[in-house]
């Protein structure tokens, strides 16, 4: 069990000024991983650190060997074009790497004149998927979520019986998740137009996007062999901010009774940012089930997950369109709400994934499904903020939509706030709808 | 569009005498590939091919550097400890190994001498999952299967609308697909025992094979880009045997909305072997729809597909028990169909995969889904053989069986027979349940 260390501390600064600004989200308590390299370079992807506006490249420090111990282990992991490496080594290598980065990074370091040339720009660097995800699990952990979803489809029993007792979730894609994705509109079949006509075929005409945070699994477990509730912290790596497109109209004719396939698999886009669970520890928060509903069954229940499974990260989406683009507007916000809200969290969720005896590997992603927070401007999907495409949203520069458009680009950000710590910031998710094929 | 071509000759045979017996499956038309060692021993895992009773190891195969060309780089993609190098080459590279591996396999071979020490005897060999499997998805191809489980859950209405137009489809579990498992049974949710009260937990009371084949994609495609029906046959590599172990109380429990989650993820057996598209083309067989069904929407359809898009495989489903090992009784036969009578083919399933943009990768997986036959003995599972656990099955020494027992081995086969031409044999699955932990 984490607690507060010195790397939490409120008052730490870095010599990189830029990670001393509220801005970037990126101070020297956040110390979130990605893989990168210069944009438009040959170079090979290589794991960094964020700071501030800048990246320290890892596999470069590594080669000066200044760690040793655990440390050293942990960032000698760090040469390869994923994290996977690293996130096999678990917890102690992943807390032992941080206290390290956080001392070489504060201001007055004695590393500073040999770090300084490692830093490279954000603004000159692009990013792969930061892992090679083996297998990407998507659950449904928003109450809200599923509530509204459902309402559409079972106006009367919007909510199934099993709901409130399993952490719901089904297999997604792995190969399709990806960083600064931009995809063509996925074309497929779609329900007849009328009883005993075959169905429609064309491209999707309600493409929707999914406001989730993922989760990386760092460590996993034997097959047969299932993670204790709590022990679920020790196996996860981190979190990054994940968009699970969705074509709904393909959706609703291919679903039953096996679940989305197409509908949901030709892109996922998550941010290049992983936020370590280490860092968002000052924002776990108390899980609690509101009164009347049912306390989850012993296998997803302890005091420990009921003081502190909840993790307080604020999210919201925005849109920029090619209107709004090019007439300069910034990105119209659609909507917001906060983690902390979900009906089940990230320990249950690793606690249900293996109960069965499934084993999960370092890089498995899981998705939290759909984050929708208990009001109607907090809905994670245009099909709940636009009620299943029957009231469009007004955009601040003149548009309408219910669906997305051909060059629709959906933004995600997320961060963690409270008073007297730096903002935590996890980046942004950003995806760009293009023009079938 | 592969034809027959020497490799197929019905008269060949090898130097290597067990080929040229019926028995093993394995003669020099097959050569089916595995990823293998010596039992027992530490030796790194690599590629190899079945010959008769033998393997001929690929990776001490390429040290010999005697091949050249595309079967020389075909080779040299045989030193890995998975076969997706080899995938990720393509189909004139597998035929050209292929024809050169059948030349220096034939009796008179120049090679033979060079090759001879290089057999490993497949009795002293263990094998490991062929290939890392990026994503797993499982399709439900059997309108048998599909409309016989349907029933007992809707029986006015067994067959959903979608059935007949969608390849059904959903992504499974890659991390717990193995060979030759023996794994724990699944410990999960189920159905309240009455209504208002909490679900039950704890050891599945419904567990349940499926017999299946399973589908190894060869070169990929793109995100965005689609694999046409005509072209799908270039990304297959071959087949295997699957079976998709399923925990039916927790299946009834979970699935809804989003289809089948723990109740398959614990383990899925393939067969070590993997049968090339190549070495199944004398096997190949028209794809129809009978009278009166719906034809395919033109992209599942084509003169070519009509024509020879099915395969005849025959399959069975084999069972021992700790009773029947320990009395020396040779496995029960529960039930045997023919891929032939699938309701979609495997180029389909490519075709419709990928129409959305969903990139396939070297190495993924595609399971067909439970290949029931249209007669009540040709049912691929034991909820379709026992209805539903009403109708128990007996076992020739004197069991009963509705689902599956600790200790319980299934054992799946498959092979190609025509008259005139050697038997090809797909080797078997073979997973035991133990009891849970």
């Given at each position: ?184 509109r ?21 493409l929707d996007y ?109 849109l920029t369109t090619e209107v709004s683009r ?6 119209a ?49 245009l ?12 955009l601040?520069?003149?548009e309408?939509r219910?669906f997305l458009q051909d060059g629709d680009q959906v933004i ?19 995806g760009t709808v293009l023009?079938?094929?």
């Amino acid at each position: 069990m984490t607690t507060l260390n010195e790397t939490h501390d409120a008052n730490l600064t870095s010599w990189v000024a830029s990670a001393n600004d509220e801005g970037t989200g990126f101070p020297v308590q956040n110390l979130p991983y990605a893989v990168f390299r210069r944009r438009g370079s040959e170079e090979t992807f290589r794991p960094g650190v964020a700071i501030g506006d800048r990246i320290l490249d890892l596999a470069a420090l590594a080669e000066l060997r200044v760690f040793d111990g655990q440390a050293g282990a942990a960032l000698a992991a760090c040469t390869a074009d994923s994290l996977n490496p690293l996130m096999a080594l678990g917890r102690a290598h992943w807390s032992a790497l941080r206290l390290t980065l956080s001392r070489a990074l504060r201001s007055g370091a004695a590393l500073q004149a040999r770090l300084e040339p490692l830093l490279v720009a954000q603004a000159d660097a692009e990013y792969t998927t930061p892992a090679r995800i083996g297998d990407y699990t998507d659950f449904y952990i928003s109450l809200h979520h599923a509530t509204a979803v459902g309402k559409q489809f079972r106006p009367d029993n919007p909510l199934l019986p099993n709901y409130k007792w399993v952490p719901i979730g089904y297999h997604g894609r792995a190969s399709s998740v990806g960083v600064e994705q931009r995809f063509p509109r996925p074309v497929g079949q779609t329900r007849p137009a009328a009883e005993g006509e075959p169905p429609q075929f064309g491209p999707c005409q309600r493409l929707d996007y999914e406001l989730e945070l993922g989760v990386f699994v760092g460590t996993g477990n034997a097959q047969g062999d299932r993670i204790a509730l709590d022990q679920a912290d020790d196996h996860v790596f981190g979190l990054c901010i994940l968009n699970d497109w969705s074509a709904r109209d393909i959706q609703a004719w291919e679903y039953q009774p096996l679940g989305p396939f197409l509908a949901k698999n030709f892109a996922s886009t998550i941010s290049p940012w992983i936020v370590t669970l280490e860092a968002l520890e000052p924002f776990r928060a108390a899980w609690t089930r509101a009164a009347g509903e049912p306390q989850p069954l012993p296998y997803l229940a302890s005091e420990r997950n009921r003081a502190q499974g909840a993790y307080d990260v604020q999210m919201e989406v925005l849109l920029t369109t090619e209107v709004s683009r090019a007439a300069g507007h910034p990105p119209a916000r659609l909507s917001s709400s906060n983690f902390r809200d979900a009906y089940w969290n990230i320990a249950q969720l690793l606690a249900h994934h293996t109960v069965n005896g499934c084993n999960l590997q370092p890089g498995d992603l899981l998705g939290t499904g759909t984050l929708s927070g208990p009001q109607p401007e907090e809905a994670g999907s245009l099909l709940e903020l636009t009620q299943g495409g029957k009231a469009p949203i007004e955009l601040p520069w003149g548009e309408q939509r219910v669906f997305l458009q051909d060059g629709d680009q959906v933004i995600i950000r997320a961060e963690c706030r409270k008073a007297g710590y730096p903002r935590i910031g996890f980046g942004e998710s950003a995806g760009t709808v293009l023009a079938a094929r």
